[in-house]
């Protein structure tokens, strides 16, 4: 990080070596406040302290900014760059003031008004109580910088959010507007808003890649191919839907998705070597928990296929000790092949990827641990840029969205824009291509439909 302030030039000069920094905060938590209250929740963190008499009044985390292919690119969005607006595309100049609330994880929510957004800091995990007034806080306070009363309300369409809880609260307190918005079709109109796609210049076929998201019908996406535009979307295919043993539990130990993806796909799966890795203890309660449909919702995540592949390979077969470690673990190790071609593919089935075939030839690929690594990343993008390409041209576009945070795997990034360079690719660089992104595409949704 570079220093911001004198003081830190200070101690960098005192010091006279690079210094790693990190925010006053357990892990979780929002940062501290007050000089009282960090020498309280952080004294078993901290050996020494230095002090400072001058009072913090909004907290605002580090942003997280990195170079991909020659251009920044956004992880998070936060000090040095908030509250800057956003310059809105052709055709929504004259909107009224509208909330939208964000998402529960990585949040940040958005205030629209007559042409312009201003997307707050990221602020965190809603579920932690404190999160959650950190977050009501900063809203009331940028509606009085902004002197800004919303009129309408959007939220995300998971009936469990906070987020979405809160946002039908105020709107029904306020006698207002709540639009619920799907977490996917938010992802892509956030990246075509960035990008100036006018209001009525039509659909685009959008891959949405993360961990999970509400969609149509109750179902639970994270793997999809949209056709959307800032109205309406329609879902036109993706991953097959796969059991989430323990629902969220599965988000934490890599193993459960092995475990369901390979029932699911591969009949002979106890005589792979790492099937012996499976705590086996639970294994056969857990086999019958997803034969049952008991804590095992279905989903299309791309997030969990990471996470099962990643087991495969060695990593993270047992517990994540933060999120995304695994599929972390198993892009750094894809980058260090030197093998580009593998005997390896992800091919259509009408309008699914074929998991299957994936897993059969995965599996018999007799190769170095970074060759199957790099073998899963370039099936995965071949078989999304063969979805895309095919809704793409059954529709008459040229244009497709990537977004969703899977898609800060550069990667599969890389490979998917390799695959599809005969078209116009949007990826979300001035926001996180994940949740922290996610209120601006639910503001104008809403918009659109007030």
Request: charged content about 15%.
């Given at each position: 990080?570079?220093?911001?302030?004198?003081?830190?030039?200070?101690?960098?000069?005192?010091?006279?070596?690079?210094?790693?920094?990190?925010?006053?905060?357990?892990?979780?938590?929002?940062?501290?406040?007050?000089?009282?209250?960090?020498?309280?929740?952080?004294?078993?963190?901290?050996?020494?302290?230095?002090?400072?008499?001058?009072?913090?009044?909004?907290?605002?985390?580090?942003?997280?900014?990195?170079?991909?292919?020659?251009?920044?690119?956004?992880?998070?969005?936060?000090?040095?760059?908030?509250?800057?607006?956003?310059?809105?595309?052709?055709?929504?100049?004259?909107?009224?003031?509208?909330?939208?609330?964000?998402?529960?994880?990585?949040?940040?929510?958005?205030?629209?008004?007559?042409?312009?957004?201003?997307?707050?800091?990221?602020?965190?995990?809603?579920?932690?109580?404190?999160?959650?007034?950190?977050?009501?806080?900063?809203?009331?306070?940028?509606?009085?910088?902004?002197r800004f009363t919303p009129t309408t309300i959007a939220v995300?369409?998971?009936?469990?959010?906070?987020?979405?809880?809160?946002?039908?609260?105020?709107?029904?307190?306020?006698?207002?507007?709540?639009?619920?918005?799907?977490?996917?079709?938010?992802?892509?109109?956030?990246?075509?808003?960035?990008?100036?796609?006018?209001?009525?210049?039509?659909?685009?076929?959008?891959?949405?890649?993360?961990?999970?998201?509400?969609?149509?019908?109750?179902?639970?996406?994270?793997?999809?191919?949209?056709?959307?535009?800032?109205?309406?979307?329609?879902?036109?295919?993706?991953?097959?839907?796969?059991?989430?043993?323990?629902?969220?539990?599965?988000?934490?130990?890599?193993?459960?998705?092995?475990?369901?993806?390979?029932?699911?796909?591969?009949?002979?799966?106890?005589?792979?070597?790492?099937?012996?890795?499976?705590?086996?203890?639970?294994?056969?309660?857990?086999?019958?928990?997803?034969?049952?449909?008991?804590q095992s919702p279905h989903s299309s995540s791309a997030g969990?296929?990471?996470?099962?592949?990643?087991?495969?390979?060695?990593?993270?077969?047992?517990?994540?000790?933060?999120?995304?470690?695994?599929?972390?673990?198993?892009?750094?190790?894809?980058?260090?092949?030197?093998?580009?071609?593998?005997?390896?593919?992800?091919?259509?089935?009408?309008?699914?990827?074929?998991?299957?075939?994936?897993?059969?030839?995965?599996?018999?690929?007799?190769?170095?641990?970074?060759?199957?690594?790099?073998?899963?990343?370039?099936?995965?993008?071949?078989?999304?840029?063969?979805?895309?390409?095919?809704?793409?041209?059954?529709?008459?576009?040229?244009?497709?969205?990537?977004?969703?945070?899977?898609?800060?795997?550069?990667?599969?990034?890389?490979?998917?824009?390799?695959?599809?360079?005969?078209?116009?690719?949007?990826?979300?660089?001035?926001?996180?291509?994940?949740?922290?992104?996610?209120?601006?595409?639910?503001?104008?949704?809403?918009?659109?439909?007030?």
């Amino acid at each position: 990080m570079l220093p911001t302030n004198p003081l830190q030039h200070l101690l960098l000069a005192f010091a006279d070596r690079p210094l790693v920094m990190t925010s006053g905060n357990a892990g979780g938590k929002p940062p501290a406040l007050t000089n009282t209250q960090a020498l309280d929740d952080l004294n078993s963190l901290a050996d020494l302290w230095l002090l400072h008499n001058r009072d913090i009044v909004q907290r605002v985390d580090d942003s997280l900014v990195r170079c991909h292919d020659g251009a920044a690119e956004m992880l998070r969005r936060a000090r040095g760059y908030v509250p800057d607006a956003f310059t809105l595309p052709p055709g929504f100049e004259h909107q009224p003031a509208l909330l939208a609330m964000g998402a529960d994880l990585k949040n940040t929510f958005c205030l629209l008004r007559d042409g312009y957004a201003i997307v707050s800091q990221h602020l965190g995990d809603l579920t932690d109580s404190d999160v959650e007034q950190q977050y009501k806080s900063a809203i009331a306070l940028f509606e009085d910088i902004y002197r800004f009363t919303p009129t309408t309300i959007a939220v995300d369409a998971h009936p469990g959010y906070i987020s979405h809880r809160l946002g039908h609260q105020r709107a029904q307190n306020a006698g207002i507007a709540c639009h619920e918005v799907l977490h996917h079709h938010a992802h892509i109109t956030a990246c075509l808003a960035e990008h100036g796609w006018p209001r009525n210049a039509g659909p685009v076929v959008g891959l949405t890649l993360d961990g999970i998201g509400y969609g149509e019908k109750g179902q639970w996406w994270g793997g999809e191919c949209l056709l959307a535009d800032y109205r309406s979307c329609s879902h036109r295919g993706g991953l097959p839907a796969v059991a989430l043993p323990g629902a969220d539990l599965a988000a934490h130990q890599p193993w459960r998705n092995l475990l369901a993806q390979w029932l699911h796909f591969v009949p002979d799966w106890r005589e792979q070597p790492q099937a012996a890795h499976f705590p086996q203890h639970a294994l056969l309660l857990l086999i019958k928990a997803i034969e049952r449909g008991v804590q095992s919702p279905h989903s299309s995540s791309a997030g969990r296929l990471f996470d099962a592949v990643a087991a495969a390979t060695g990593f993270g077969v047992h517990e994540q000790s933060w999120e995304g470690e695994a599929a972390c673990q198993l892009e750094a190790l894809a980058w260090q092949s030197d093998v580009q071609f593998h005997p390896v593919s992800m091919p259509l089935v009408g309008n699914l990827l074929d998991l299957e075939t994936f897993w059969h030839e995965w599996l018999a690929y007799q190769a170095a641990p970074a060759q199957r690594a790099h073998a899963f990343h370039v099936a995965l993008a071949q078989g999304l840029a063969a979805l895309a390409r095919q809704v793409a041209r059954e529709e008459n576009t040229h244009t497709i969205v990537l977004s969703g945070g899977v898609l800060h795997n550069r990667l599969l990034s890389t490979l998917l824009h390799r695959e599809l360079s005969d078209f116009t690719v949007l990826q979300p660089r001035r926001l996180p291509a994940g949740d922290g992104g996610l209120s601006l595409g639910q503001a104008l949704i809403a918009a659109v439909r007030e």
